[in-house]
C-alpha cells in the first residue's frame, strides 16, 4: 500500500494549510503567554499547546475531528517531543522548541493520535463484522471456508479502507 499508516498522516498534516496555520497560532499564542521570556515553546507549555490545537483542528480538519476524539496524552506529547529533540544535533540543557520544532512535534503527536484512533477503530469493527458474518455462518450451515474467507475479506476490506481514509480524513 506505500507509506506507512503514520507517514502518510504525517503528509496529509503537512500539506494541510488548516494545520499550518494552528501551529502558526498555536506557537505565537505560547509565546505571547510566557510573555516572550524563551527564545521558543517550554516542554511545560506543550500540553495546553496540543488542546488548544485539538480544539482548533477538530473544528477545521476532518482528519482530526474523525479519529482524535480527544486531546493526545501526555505520554503521547512526551513520546513526541522526544522523537523532534533526538534529531537535534545537539542536546541542550534549556529545551526550547522554535517554530519549525514545534511543528514537528504537533505533526507527531496529532499523527501519532490520528494512527491510534484509527486502530482503536479497527479493533472494534473487526470482531464485530467476523461475529455478524460467522453468525450467518451458524444460520445458513454453508461450508466453514466459505465464511472464513468472508471473514478474512471483511477484515482486509475494512482495514484497507481506514487506512486510505487516513491521508484526507
Not at 505520554?75 to 533526538?86: E, G, K, N, W
Not at 455462518?137 to 454453508?142: A, C, D, F, T, W
Request: glycine share 8%.
Amino acid at each position: 500500500m506505500g507509506l506507512s499508516a503514520s507517514k502518510r498522516v504525517q503528509k496529509s498534516l503537512h500539506a494541510s494549510p488548516e494545520f499550518n496555520s494552528a501551529c502558526a497560532a498555536a506557537y505565537a499564542d505560547c509565546l505571547s503567554l510566557s510573555q516572550h521570556a524563551f527564545p521558543g515553546v517550554k516542554p511545560y507549555q506543550l500540553v495546553s499547546a496540543a488542546e488548544h490545537l485539538h480544539t482548533t483542528l477538530s473544528q477545521s480538519l476532518r482528519l482530526i475531528s474523525r479519529w482524535v476524539p480527544r486531546s493526545p496524552d501526555r505520554s503521547q506529547i512526551h513520546r513526541a517531543l522526544d522523537t523532534v529533540l533526538s534529531r537535534r544535533s545537539v542536546r541542550e540543557e534549556e529545551v526550547t522548541l522554535d517554530e519549525a520544532e514545534f511543528k514537528e512535534f504537533a505533526v507527531e503527536v496529532f499523527a501519532d493520535a490520528v494512527v491510534s484512533g484509527a486502530g482503536m477503530e479497527v479493533l472494534k469493527k473487526v470482531p464485530l463484522g467476523a461475529a455478524v458474518i460467522a453468525g450467518i455462518g451458524v444460520v445458513v450451515g454453508s461450508g466453514k471456508e466459505v465464511f472464513m474467507a468472508a471473514i478474512g475479506a471483511y477484515a482486509f476490506g475494512l482495514t484497507t479502507s481506514i487506512y486510505l481514509g487516513l491521508n484526507n480524513g
